[in-house]
């Protein structure tokens, strides 16, 4: 069972810069399609801020995009999102999403999740 734990979440000033983590345990990211982070703000529904296919090809929500930038070190096992520019409407719990294709094409994906690491960007 792969388990994913985000980090890097925290308090900063409009403006300034977060770098979160994202370590994966019992798996390797390298065999997942795609690895994604999600946002969720208070009493708004999750989306998608930034993706990444097993082959490398990144993809942003349009309005992080020039700010943020995903990348992953597959020697540690651990995808990042580096943000910079933060606005308060970056504000959300941010979560770590992997996405593992099934052999069996009937079968359902699997998909993991990790808790969520708290950023609040403060104007």
């Known amino acids: 069972q792969v388990q994913l734990v985000e980090s890097g979440g925290g308090l900063v000033q409009g403006g300034g810069s977060l770098r979160l983590s994202c370590v994966a345990s019992?798996?390797?990211?390298?065999?997942?399609?795609?690895m994604t982070w999600y946002r969720q703000a208070p009493g708004k529904q999750r989306e998608l801020v930034a993706s990444?296919?097993?082959?490398?090809?990144?993809s942003y929500l349009e309005s992080v995009k020039g700010r943020f930038t995903f990348f992953r070190d597959n020697a540690k096992n651990t995808v990042y999102l580096q943000m910079n520019s933060l606005k308060p409407e970056d504000t959300a719990t941010y979560y770590c999403?992997?996405?593992?294709?099934?052999?069996?094409?009937?079968?359902?994906?699997?998909?993991?999740w990790g808790k969520g690491t708290l950023v609040t960007v403060s104007s």
């Open positions: 999403n992997a996405v593992r294709l099934q052999l069996n094409p009937l079968s359902s994906p699997m998909n993991y």
């Open positions: 019992g798996g390797s990211i390298s065999d997942m399609n795609a």
């Open positions: 990444m296919a097993s082959s490398g090809t990144t």
